[in-house]
């Protein structure tokens, strides 16, 4: 008892000593900046600006010029008068001209930097970089520059979203390419959304719209409440959207058939359209909108949709290898439309 | 009276009691007896026994001249008388002087839902509270002198048909080893019935309530009761002493199943609130929400030294307003706690000596505290939180983890009076039916 009485804290202490958090710093010592901007400085260099936000809702702008990310984090941790944590940054904004270059770089970054959340999303700011950057509404506590992309926020299914773990993950497949945030800043809001980059591997080659980005977001099977507007003076609700592939490689190629099952409600009818009616409607646009898109992204090579991701099983290394380069602009890709109309206000339906 | 006429054993006693102020002999004669009485004026009622000394005399015992033992009878509230012509002395047990207390309601708690009578310092009126309340035939209440300078009763209570027998012969095995240890407190008592001196979480449960007490019994506990102490003390006591109190079944069953999930509620948070303010201050702010964490981060702008020190300083602030006010007078009690609540709640923030945060976190942490049943049960849990707070600061959210399972594993390696501590009841195999 004696002796245990002894050992044990001198034991505590030698474990304390050699293996504690010695060098941790108070909450009130560290800014803990909520956004990332990284564009193009001077000759090739990174040019880093971080937003600090404030309780009061003001922003603090930390920036930073080097070669690489880390030493311009590391500028900017020196000028500062407190510790730069970078465990809080939710949002990576690139400028469009360094995305066009190539984002690898940047996501390698963020995945190896032990303190960087792999949950961060990803945007590219098309415009004015710094006006976007440095955009700051009164009245607003500046993290709502992160909630705007937060589905627990201010997202839309019109916005795609991509996290970082996401970025690099397509990065390096070889059946998927994603789509990354296009905003610039807005007049009265903190972004105004411009579409969807299409990214073909690391670089971005070209653009989709907002309605383009709403069946992005249906084939990732991603979306809360996206509204459609139709032709004949109606609008719809997507409540719910299942998506089923079936590959086949035939001797012409892949072949893929994306069966699309769709449940919807109606917010405006001003033609008293049975529901029927609509349903077709709507069926028949987002049959074509989806063959639009589809065709595009097989000419751009970039593979957001993920139709690569069907194939992984029936191809072999060799073909798995190729399939954004050979495979993908050869993928024959007929998608089908399913709607079920539901919360009917109009129980009398039949009798019309 | 000449003191030549005095018997060896007269002048013996009155030797061995020269320093007791009150020890009194008294000679009168009794129709044709000349007799003396010697006694304690502080425990006999003199006049009352010589009134009744004729039915007094009737139930005496002689007892051998040469007896050492009579200066311990007089200690015992007996009475010794020397008639004359009859050599040895007679013991006789006089009327007492009343020293007890009467029942009353309890001083300590406030029982809720239960009878209110509590116990006393007489050892046979609590024998007696018990059995009243508890009418059955295997009630068993075995009685044992403790000790070789003080002699103390201690009454063994317990229902043959509920508790566990192995407690029962543990603890008769104990009492009766080691019966020559004086028992003048509780922690004598535990030592003779060789309970493990530093412990977390006691090994009995201390009650004043006699209602309580029997509830404890039908559960299977074995009441230890000590002359002069009016506290019934469990054995043993088992993990759901923390949140449980048999007063709870007087109440309909969902609210006793609020009661226990806000009191083991309670528990967590006392241990881990002051915790992870430091871990989430300074060893893993990240595990905050950006909104907290700018907020926590104002609320702690210009408080000079780290969050652990912080944490410590005030936390020992609590703990002095918790050891003043707890044995203070009524009257000056609110007093204090008010002075307290300004200073610490109000003074210290404006300072900026504290971050008001953790004001709320400590209050908490105290509060929480409180809701343990039974105040002799919260204070292993307050000591261990400081355990679980040096952890934190030392290794984080990691440190608090290991804090929590080192408990689980201590509370685990209990094992007191032959029951594990995690045991959640104690429904004896009914041996004894």
New interface residues.
């Given amino acids: 008892m004696k002796r245990a009485l002894i050992c044990f804290p001198v034991l505590f202490i030698f474990v304390a000593i050699l293996s504690g958090c010695w060098d941790v710093k108070d909450i009130n010592k560290r800014y803990l900046p909520v956004v990332m901007g990284i564009s193009k400085g001077q000759n090739d260099n990174y040019r880093i600006i971080l937003q600090v936000p404030d309780i009061k809702g003001g922003t603090q702008f930390l920036e930073g010029e080097s070669k690489s990310i880390s030493k311009a984090v590391e500028i900017i941790r020196t000028k500062a008068e407190k510790e730069v944590d970078l465990m809080h940054v939710r949002l990576f904004l690139i400028s469009q001209e360094l995305a066009q270059q190539g984002i690898k770089n940047i996501v390698d970054f963020a995945m190896r930097s032990n303190d960087i959340s792999i949950k961060s999303m990803v945007a590219i700011v098309s415009g004015d970089f710094e006006k976007t950057l440095f955009h700051e509404i009164k009245r607003t506590p500046e993290v709502s520059s992160y909630d705007y992309f937060s589905e627990e926020a201010g997202w839309t299914p019109d916005v795609s979203i991509n996290r970082l773990w996401e970025a690099y993950r397509s990065v390096y497949s070889y059946t998927e390419d994603f789509a990354v945030p296009l905003v610039q800043a807005g007049e009265r809001t903190l972004f105004e959304f411009q579409g969807s980059a299409i990214m073909s591997r690391d670089r971005m080659v070209g653009t989709l719209s907002a309605n383009e980005t709403l069946i992005n977001n249906i084939f990732q099977e991603r979306y809360m409440d996206g509204t459609i507007e139709l032709s004949s003076d109606a609008s719809i609700l997507i409540k719910k959207a299942t998506i089923r592939n079936k590959a086949r490689w035939r001797s012409s190629g892949p072949n893929l058939q994306s069966r699309i099952h769709l449940v919807i409600s109606i917010l405006e009818n001003k033609n008293e359209k049975t529901n029927a009616e609509i349903a077709l409607e709507i069926k028949g646009l987002l049959e074509k909108r989806a063959h639009v898109i589809s065709d595009k992204l097989r000419s751009l090579k970039a593979d957001i949709l993920g139709n690569g991701q069907a194939f992984r099983p029936i191809m072999n290394d060799q073909q798995l290898k190729n399939w954004k380069e050979t495979w993908f602009p050869q993928l024959n890709h007929q998608i089908t439309v399913t709607v079920n109309v539901r919360d009917n206000q109009d129980y009398k339906e039949e009798m019309k | 009276m000449n003191d030549l006429k005095k018997a060896k054993w007269e002048l013996q006693l009155m030797e061995q009691m020269e320093t007791s102020a009150d020890f009194r002999s008294s000679t009168f004669s009794a129709g044709d007896h000349q007799m003396t009485l010697y006694y304690l004026k502080s425990l006999v009622d003199l006049n009352e026994t010589v009134g009744m000394m004729k039915s007094l005399l009737g139930q005496s015992t002689q007892a051998a001249p040469s007896s050492v033992d009579l200066a311990g009878c007089l200690l015992e509230g007996k009475a010794i008388v020397s008639l004359n012509g009859l050599d040895a002395p007679l013991i006789i047990t006089p009327v007492e002087l009343v020293l007890n207390r009467p029942i009353m309601s309890p001083q300590t708690v406030q029982p809720l839902q239960g009878a209110f009578d509590s116990f006393t310092e007489n050892l046979d009126a609590n024998i007696g509270l018990l059995r009243k309340k508890l009418k059955r035939k295997d009630f068993a209440a075995e009685a044992y002198t403790t000790g070789t300078n003080t002699h103390r009763e201690i009454a063994l209570v317990y229902l043959k048909g509920a508790v566990h027998k192995n407690v029962v012969d543990f603890m008769k095995q104990k009492l009766a080893k080691n019966r020559a240890a004086d028992v003048h407190n509780v922690s004598d008592l535990l030592k003779l019935l060789e309970q493990p001196r530093i412990s977390l979480v006691p090994s009995y449960l201390s009650s004043e309530l006699s209602e309580e007490t029997a509830q404890n019994m039908l559960a299977g506990k074995v009441i230890v009761l000590i002359d002069q102490f009016p506290f019934a003390l469990a054995f043993p006591a088992i993990i759901k002493d923390l949140w449980s109190l048999r007063s709870d079944l007087n109440n309909p069953v969902l609210f006793r199943l609020f009661y226990r999930f806000i009191r083991i509620a309670g528990i967590l948070f006392s241990i881990v609130t002051p915790s992870l303010y430091v871990i989430?201050?300074?060893?893993n702010?990240?595990l905050?929400r950006?909104?907290l964490?700018?907020?926590?981060?104002?609320s702690?702008?210009?408080?000079p030294y780290?969050?652990i020190v912080e944490v410590c300083l005030m936390l020992l602030l609590f703990e002095l307003v918790i050891e003043a006010t707890i044995r203070l007078p009524k009257g000056i009690g609110p007093t204090l706690t008010m002075i307290g609540g300004i200073i610490l709640g109000q003074a210290i923030v404006q300072a900026h000596l504290v971050s008001n945060l953790l004001i709320i976190i400590l209050a908490a942490s105290s509060i929480a505290n409180f809701t343990i049943t039974g105040y002799i049960n919260t204070i292993g849990i307050r000591i261990f939180k400081y355990g679980a707070l040096f952890l934190s600061a030392?290794?984080?959210i990691f440190g608090l983890e290991a804090a929590l399972l080192w408990f689980c594993v201590y509370l685990a390696g209990l094992k007191p009076l032959s029951v594990s501590y995690l045991s959640l009841h104690l429904k004896g195999n009914s041996a004894y039916d």
């Fill in positions: 989430l201050n300074a060893v702010p990240e905050l950006i909104q964490a700018l907020s926590v981060a104002e702690r702008e210009g408080v780290p969050s030392i290794f984080g």
